[in-house]
């Protein structure tokens, strides 16, 4: 994590946050930022977990601590998805979002067209934090299962959410993308109905609903969304009595699997091992700060 050291030999901080230091008539302000992550393996691959965001969220956080601005953790969000769209313009945001507030949460991003032409405008930070681009925002908490095991398998192939969503779009024409995102909509909103109302079953089919949407989505466009490897990982937690889907825009990186209390974890882990599928072992982080 980003920790923040006075100093008088580093650079100035990074425009995004630092741009709040001179409208607020502060003094900038040298400092060292040291990053130390442990999102990789030994050999220094990603696992696909969002760790840029991660570290854009913890290093606003630390300019803000540093500063004394007391953001919000909304506002933290809003500065760290500013920042994200100048290089990822597709960026939806949600690794953010989930880096910002923690816990199980349900996401709708904002309008980034709108964001990207105000920062275009080299608009002030009060006028961008309030930019109408916002409007379409929704982060709201959901209720984490509670019978359900929650287990990440990472394939050990990296993935490139910008270049996977270009070649989507690119190759979406054969087939009906509009009716995509709706039926996605949906499976989403079932998905967030069936976890606050405690609904095994029906959080299950949601995401065995959303892993068919997303292979459907990648043979009509000609894009490995789901990889051979994460192709074994679903399948292998699917006969073992569990739910798997590819994480973010797929390609490789991780899985996600929701498996019931009778399901056959094990054989589906040893499955995994002899694929050369490596569980990682985490938790989703306690939800920080109340209601998004």
């Given at each position: 994590m980003p920790s923040i050291i006075p100093t008088s030999t580093c650079s100035p901080p990074s425009p995004s946050p630092s741009a709040c230091v001179p409208e607020r008539g502060l003094p900038a302000r040298y400092y060292d930022l040291r990053i130390d992550s442990?999102?990789?393996?030994?050999?220094?691959?990603?696992?696909?977990?969002?760790?840029?965001?991660?570290?854009?969220?913890?290093?606003?956080?630390?300019?803000?601590?540093?500063?004394?601005?007391?953001?919000?953790?909304?506002?933290?969000?809003?500065?760290?998805?500013?920042?994200?769209?100048?290089?990822?313009?597709?960026?939806?945001?949600?690794?953010?979002?989930?880096?910002?507030?923690?816990?199980?949460?349900?996401?709708?991003?904002?309008?980034?067209?709108?964001?990207?032409?105000?920062?275009?405008?080299?608009?002030?930070?009060?006028?961008l934090l309030a930019s109408r681009g916002w409007d379409s925002l929704d982060i709201a908490r959901l209720a984490p299962p509670a019978s359900l095991r929650f287990l990440v398998g990472w394939t050990g192939r990296p993935a490139s959410t910008e270049r996977l969503v270009d070649a989507v779009r690119d190759g979406s024409g054969a087939m009906d993308y509009p009716a995509f995102l709706l039926d996605s909509r949906a499976c989403v909103t079932d998905l967030a109905r069936a976890l606050d109302d405690a609904d095994d079953t029906a959080t299950l089919d949601a995401v065995r609903r959303a892993r068919r949407l997303l292979r459907r989505l990648g043979r009509s466009a000609g894009v490995a969304i789901e990889t051979d490897a994460l192709a074994a990982l679903c399948d292998t937690a699917e006969a073992a009595g569990a739910a798997a889907k590819s994480s973010g825009a797929g390609g490789g990186d991780c899985g996600i699997v929701l498996a019931p209390e009778d399901a056959d974890i094990a054989g589906m882990l040893r499955d995994w091992e002899e694929r050369d599928i490596r569980r990682l072992t985490l938790s989703v982080s306690p939800a920080e700060g109340g209601a998004p």
């Amino acid at each position: 994590m980003p920790s923040i050291i006075p100093t008088s030999t580093c650079s100035p901080p990074s425009p995004s946050p630092s741009a709040c230091v001179p409208e607020r008539g502060l003094p900038a302000r040298y400092y060292d930022l040291r990053i130390d992550s442990g999102l990789d393996d030994a050999s220094g691959r990603k696992f696909g977990l969002g760790s840029s965001a991660a570290v854009t969220i913890a290093t606003i956080r630390a300019i803000d601590e540093f500063y004394g601005f007391a953001l919000s953790r909304r506002d933290v969000y809003r500065l760290a998805l500013l920042a994200t769209i100048r290089v990822a313009p597709q960026a939806s945001g949600g690794d953010l979002a989930a880096s910002a507030f923690g816990g199980w949460i349900s996401y709708r991003s904002p309008d980034r067209e709108v964001l990207r032409a105000s920062l275009d405008a080299e608009a002030s930070v009060a006028d961008l934090l309030a930019s109408r681009g916002w409007d379409s925002l929704d982060i709201a908490r959901l209720a984490p299962p509670a019978s359900l095991r929650f287990l990440v398998g990472w394939t050990g192939r990296p993935a490139s959410t910008e270049r996977l969503v270009d070649a989507v779009r690119d190759g979406s024409g054969a087939m009906d993308y509009p009716a995509f995102l709706l039926d996605s909509r949906a499976c989403v909103t079932d998905l967030a109905r069936a976890l606050d109302d405690a609904d095994d079953t029906a959080t299950l089919d949601a995401v065995r609903r959303a892993r068919r949407l997303l292979r459907r989505l990648g043979r009509s466009a000609g894009v490995a969304i789901e990889t051979d490897a994460l192709a074994a990982l679903c399948d292998t937690a699917e006969a073992a009595g569990a739910a798997a889907k590819s994480s973010g825009a797929g390609g490789g990186d991780c899985g996600i699997v929701l498996a019931p209390e009778d399901a056959d974890i094990a054989g589906m882990l040893r499955d995994w091992e002899e694929r050369d599928i490596r569980r990682l072992t985490l938790s989703v982080s306690p939800a920080e700060g109340g209601a998004p």
